[in-house]
């Protein structure tokens, strides 16, 4: 096969590439901030211990954890506006399946990271007079982070190469751009390319990020 490659033909089509990393990482920071939350007020419910409202948050947790991510962005965009009967717009079908899709996955990293702490924390916490919610924020948590953040980037960064689903909808994020590129130069390979080397240039120093943070607090458990 004669292919003879030109990446010099996609040099004014640099803006779109540029702008596709950005929307990849805004989704990625702005859905990951909304998970977090979500993902916590999960954990704590789940830690009350309230039995309708565990079921409750167990169906969440089950549903987008166990149903494939783009089936949930379509039906999210095409088939719920047809159950409301009101139109949603891509970003916001976009934010919203990635904010609760990661946010499944950081309610079940946070309720283990607290459940790991030993219940001796806990019960210290009250000998000294502070309400559950204080051992919770001033006891538990700053312990059961450093437990937390390896899980937390590891789910990041599939979390950023999830938003390339959401150019199913026509979000402008770099697989969208990428398609709108190669349909104006037929150059796919060029195109799909440079693609793979931004998101590779993106993940790979979080993955050594996510790396050393395994091993450094592996290495405290083991001296502690």
């Given amino acids: 096969?004669?292919?003879?490659?030109?990446?010099?033909?996609?040099?004014?089509?640099?803006?779109l590439f540029w702008l596709g990393a950005a929307y990849t990482f805004l989704y990625t920071i702005g859905t990951a901030f909304l998970?977090?939350?979500?993902?916590?007020?999960?954990?704590?419910?789940?830690?009350?211990?309230?039995?309708?409202?565990?079921?409750?948050?167990?169906?969440?947790?089950?549903?987008?954890?166990?149903?494939?991510?783009?089936?949930?962005?379509?039906?999210?965009?095409?088939?719920?506006?047809?159950?409301?009967?009101?139109?949603?717009?891509?970003?916001?079908?976009?934010?919203?399946?990635?904010?609760?899709?990661v946010g499944a996955f950081y309610a079940e990293i946070f309720r283990g990271g607290i459940e790991s702490i030993e219940r001796g924390q806990w019960d210290a916490g009250r000998a000294l007079?502070?309400?559950?919610?204080?051992?919770?924020?001033?006891?538990?948590?700053?312990?059961?982070?450093?437990?937390?953040?390896?899980?937390?980037?590891?789910?990041?960064?599939?979390q950023l190469k999830n938003t390339s689903l959401i150019s199913v909808i026509a979000v402008p994020d770099l697989v969208y751009n990428a398609t709108l590129i190669t349909a104006e130069t037929y150059r796919p390979l060029e195109v799909y390319t440079i693609i793979a080397a931004i998101y590779f240039l993106i993940l790979f120093p979080a993955t050594l990020i996510?790396?050393?943070?395994?091993?450094?607090?592996?290495?405290?458990?083991?001296t502690a």
């Fill in 1 to 15: 096969m004669n292919y003879i490659w030109d990446f010099g033909i996609l040099w004014k089509y640099s803006h």
């Fill in 210 to 222: 996510a790396r050393r943070l395994g091993n450094a607090l592996s290495g405290q458990r083991e």
């Fill in 35 to 101: 998970g977090m939350i979500i993902g916590f007020l999960c954990a704590a419910i789940q830690l009350k211990r309230w039995r309708l409202a565990n079921w409750l948050v167990m169906g969440y947790v089950e549903i987008f954890r166990c149903t494939p991510l783009l089936v949930q962005i379509i039906w999210f965009y095409y088939a719920f506006p047809v159950v409301i009967g009101v139109n949603i717009p891509p970003q916001v079908a976009a934010v919203g399946v990635l904010s609760l899709y």
């Fill in 129 to 158: 007079g502070l309400r559950p919610w204080y051992v919770l924020r001033l006891v538990v948590l700053p312990q059961a982070v450093k437990r937390m953040l390896p899980p937390f980037v590891n789910q990041t960064i599939i």
